[in-house]
């Protein structure tokens, strides 16, 4: 009996003997900081998030502000965080100049709960999107603010707008796809005249014309049309790249693909 009773139920085969609350110890990996350092960089890179379309107007959603969450790489350690710095760009909604509490702010919804997370871009990965509404219209106080928060982007860091690759335009509709909206502006003035828009004022009036802000970025290679309603049949995509075709100069002689989205 002792010699069976030894082979079924041998001391190597009883479960070991373990803490119900391991230390945290226990979960760490010590040894991380004794790899070579690039290859610890390339730890972290590995955990940057894939290409993601990031919101960048300056009035946006709950929804849209939680669409995007900053790299987790940001919060690990000094050494993640600085790593991640080197190819996102970090900004605050609330330094804009244009928000509540700033001289002669009146932007309350810049102070929501959603509106204070940080907005971190890499603007050669990432699609950045913007409210069509803001990028044309008659609205003269919204376009004004619009070319405000451009000014602002600049001067948070230039490679925002030097660099970005895609731009999402979100919520198309009849009302800001309309051809008088490319049409040549009376004194750039948003006001519509008999005169076809063929390049007048230059790419440097880009603040005064319906969907200048596009002139301002010299990298782009995409634009996305997202349309508010599926069933919109108008053929502005061809309305924008004969525009962008007057002002090909920003992108040395070739224009941005513009493209609809489903």
């Not at 139920?9 to 803490?19: D, I, Q, R, Y």
């Not at 939680?66 to 970090?90: D, G, K, M, Q, V």
């Amino acid at each position: 009996m002792s010699i069976i009773k030894s082979i079924t139920t041998p001391e190597a085969w009883l479960p070991l003997k373990t803490s119900e609350n391991p230390t945290s110890s226990t979960w760490k990996f010590h040894q991380f900081t004794l790899l070579p350092l690039e290859l610890q960089r390339k730890i972290w890179r590995s955990l940057f998030p894939s290409s993601r379309t990031v919101p960048l107007s300056y009035n946006i959603t709950s929804l849209q502000a939680y669409s995007s969450p900053p790299p987790i790489t940001l919060s690990i350690c000094s050494e993640s965080r600085s790593e991640t710095l080197l190819y996102y760009i970090l900004l605050y909604r609330l330094e804009f100049p244009g928000s509540r509490g700033k001289a002669g702010g009146n932007c309350g919804i810049l102070l929501s709960k959603c509106m204070r997370q940080p907005i971190c871009i890499n603007p050669l990965m990432d699609t950045i999107s913007f409210f069509a509404g803001d990028l044309c219209g008659e609205n003269l106080k919204g376009r004004k603010r619009f070319v405000e928060w451009m000014a602002f982007l600049n001067s948070v860091d230039k490679r925002i707008l030097e660099r970005v690759t895609a731009v999402e335009l979100e919520g198309l509709d009849w009302e800001n796809t309309m051809y008088v909206h490319l049409k040549f502006q009376e004194g750039l003035r948003c006001k519509e005249m008999v005169e076809e828009y063929e390049g007048q004022g230059g790419a440097e009036s880009w603040e005064q014309l319906n969907y200048g802000g596009l002139l301002r970025l010299e990298g782009l290679r995409e634009i996305r049309c997202r349309y508010a309603h599926t069933e919109y049949m108008g053929n502005f995509e061809e309305q924008l790249r004969v525009f962008l075709g007057f002002h090909k100069q920003v992108w040395g002689g070739k224009i941005p693909v513009v493209k609809r989205l489903s």
